[in-house]
């Protein structure tokens, strides 16, 4: 008997993507395309969603790549601007599970703790959740185990009557190896059939 749906908050109810922003700071794309793959990576930024300190991340860089020093500062400087909105279709279907009442309704994302709180004020529907365990806070981050392991210790949640939305396949992954059910978050419209399907919506 499913009882309780999870879902992550960038990529799945929250549109973030730094091109917002770098599209402007470093215009031609190929230099842009480096910028990403080789100063401020994607495991450079999910070791802040693991707790690491904007500050020092940001510091570390600019010592390693001096020449970058304008672009690197640039990224968390303008962080703000990366957030696109919400994904209006994906929110809908919260506000109807919502609406229903026949599910908890919790979050699990893998997000800076010191950047949160603005979304938190940006976005009335993250108020909508039971309760969300966001990474940074944490010290740790998904796909390891501990991090689904606390959001199902802190709400006494039962995996196997528990359902997890990402649109990362590994997060997924993570969520199934400690017996949640996942579902891989690939639009609206899938998201739907499925929960229909689950029985979650009618």
């Not at 009882?3 to 990529?11: Q, Y």
């Not at 981050?141 to 959001?151: C, G, N, Q, T, V």
């Amino acid at each position: 008997m499913l009882n309780t749906i999870i879902f992550d908050l960038g990529g799945v109810l929250i549109d973030w993507n730094p091109e917002y922003v770098f599209r402007e700071v470093i215009p031609d794309g190929a230099r842009r395309h480096y910028f990403f793959e080789n100063i401020c990576t994607h495991d450079w930024n999910v070791e802040q969603d693991a707790g690491r300190p904007l500050a020092l991340a940001t510091e570390m860089l600019v010592s390693e790549h001096p020449d970058w020093e304008p672009e690197i500062r640039a990224y968390y400087g303008r962080w703000e601007e990366m957030l696109g909105g919400p994904i209006h279709e994906t929110v809908d279907l919260l506000s109807e599970l919502r609406a229903r009442q026949q599910h908890r309704l919790l979050a699990l994302t893998n997000w800076s703790g010191e950047t949160f709180p603005v979304a938190l004020s940006k976005y009335d529907f993250l108020h909508w959740f039971e309760g969300i365990v966001v990474s940074g806070d944490e010290k740790t981050r998904k796909p390891f185990a501990d991090i689904y392991e606390i959001l199902l210790r802190r709400y006494e949640v039962n995996p196997s009557q528990a359902v997890f939305i990402d649109d990362s396949l590994k997060n997924v992954e993570g969520a199934e190896a400690v017996g949640i059910r996942g579902i891989h978050f690939q639009g609206a419209s899938h998201l739907r059939n499925t929960l229909k399907s689950l029985g979650a919506l009618a």
